[in-house]
């Protein structure tokens, strides 16, 4: 009868302490992979404590996972993994947090004519668009940029630097990131109006597609990228109209604790509200649809107006 009391307890304990380290690594996954059903390999981005070296690397890599992406200023990696030894790599005591490479996409579509409004937005926010930015560096990380006349000052491109983060050039293939930048700094040349502060320069980096979709894993190496070229081009914005929704606290997203490095390097941070609006289908009276990385504290987050063809401020 000891005996099997002994048995019982020690089996009990053993249940407990492997409860025990299940919870502790379950409560650094996102809930995505918290799923019981998920596929035998994920693509992951692991956010560390302190910034990863060749040992945490050599870590993953000997569990048989794939080292995808390593990032320069951000205490993250990008790996492929077993869906199975993410417990394990959850308990690693460096390891802050899981999560999957989620995808993302543009947050506007391009109207037929893009700047026409331009001076009615300038009025009502009592903007007036400033010719003396030369030097100021905007990275726009987005679904690159054409090299059209409206980005050219003086017989010089304002495109200064140009790198692609998915397949192919960093030439625009969908026409959202020229339409940013001309919003932003474009001459208007080919359209009605000039943009915001025409004369900055542009560092072009590509996350988006042919179809407007990308991943976290690529705007997080676009933002990395940024901060290493900060001095050089003189960056001075990071533009991100682009977004996904909310899967955790901004403390814990990979995606929002980029943007906060870009910050804490110097570089203010402008994102999308998203095009969710008063969208109520969660019946959450419209709150809650600003998408990652607009919802992080440290961004400016921009939205959209309804002009009413008006121009006078107060009256939007």
């Known amino acids: 009868m000891e005996r099997t009391i002994k048995l ?40 560390y404590k302190v910034p990863p070296t060749e040992a945490h690397y050599r870590r993953v890599e000997g569990r048989g996972g794939k080292t995808l992406h390593r990032y320069g200023h951000i205490n993250a990696g990008h790996f492929s993994i077993s869906s199975s030894d993410l417990a394990a790599l959850a308990a690693d005591p460096d390891v802050e947090y899981i999560a999957p490479n989620r995808a993302l996409s543009g947050m506007a579509t391009v109207a037929p004519q893009p700047y026409s409004t331009l001076d009615i937005v300038s009025a009502a926010m ?13 990275a726009i990380i987005d679904s690159g940029m054409a090299n059209v006349a409206d ?28 339409h940013v930048g001309g919003i932003l700094g474009g001459t208007g040349a080919n359209w009605v109006k000039p943009g915001i ?20 894993a690529g705007v997080i190496a676009a933002i990395d990228q940024a901060i290493t070229l900060k001095s050089q081009y003189n960056i001075r914005v990071i533009n991100l109209s682009l977004g996904r929704p909310v ?36 019946n959450t009276q419209g709150y809650g649809t600003i998408t990652a990385p607009g919802n992080d504290p440290y961004v400016i987050t921009v939205g959209a107006m309804k002009p009413m063809g008006t121009s006078t401020a107060g009256t939007i």
């Open 8 to 47: 019982l307890v020690n089996a009990w304990l053993t249940l407990t302490v492997a409860s025990t380290i299940v919870w502790a690594g379950g409560e650094k996954l996102s809930p995505e992979l918290r799923q019981p059903k998920l596929a035998t390999g994920v693509e992951v981005i692991v956010r």
């Open 126 to 138: 009592n903007i007036t668009p400033s010719t003396n930015q030369s030097g100021i560096g905007v």
């Open 151 to 178: 980005f050219n000052v003086g017989g010089q491109t304002q495109i200064v630097y140009q790198e692609s983060f998915v397949w192919g050039s960093p030439a625009d293939q969908y026409g959202h990131g020229t």
């Open 197 to 216: 502060a025409p004369g900055i320069n542009f560092i072009n980096l590509r996350v988006l597609d042919q179809n407007g979709n990308g991943t976290d």
């Open 247 to 282: 899967y955790e606290p901004a403390s814990q997203d990979p995606l929002c604790q980029a943007v906060e490095a870009a910050w804490k390097a110097g570089i203010t941070v402008v994102a999308a509200a998203g095009n969710g609006g008063q969208d109520n289908s969660a």
